[in-house]
Structure formats: structure tokens, C-alpha cells
């Protein structure tokens, strides 16, 4: 199973991740992305994880 991390400090809240793959991402109160499940069926985590701007996701498998 992968695991997914989010480096805190280089995301900018953006929320690409979460609106990309709502059931791994979300949107916290300090604005920026937590992982809410590092075990999703319903997205391709690793696209988007390409997809963030500032490279703040890694996908390790």
C-alpha cells in the first residue's frame, strides 16, 4: 500500500489535491492540505500528486 505525505511547510493551499481526490485530501482550518486516507480506490493518488504546483506531495509505495 502506498503512503502518502504531504510536506506542510511547501504547500500553499491550493487545494488541487483535495478537489482532485476528495476521499485522500482535505482542506484544514490552517489552509493547507491534510491526508485523510492513505488507502483510496476511487483516484490515481500518484497523478495527483503530479499535479501540485509546489511538489508538496510524495507518494512513497
Given amino acids: 500500500m ?3 505525505v504531504i ?3 511547501a504547500c500553499v493551499g491550493c487545494g ?3 478537489s482532485g481526490c476528495p476521499d485522500c485530501f482535505e ?3 490552517t489552509g493547507i ?3 485523510k486516507a492513505n488507502k ?3 483516484c490515481d ?3 495527483v500528486a503530479s499535479q501540485c504546483p509546489v511538489n508538496a506531495i ?3 509505495e
Fill in 40 to 42: 483510496c480506490g476511487n
Fill in 58 to 60: 510524495t507518494v512513497e
Fill in 2 to 4: 502506498a503512503k502518502i
Fill in 33 to 35: 492540505a491534510k491526508v
Fill in 45 to 47: 493518488v500518484s497523478e
Fill in 27 to 29: 482542506m484544514v482550518d
Fill in 16 to 18: 488541487l489535491c483535495a
Fill in 7 to 9: 510536506d506542510e511547510s
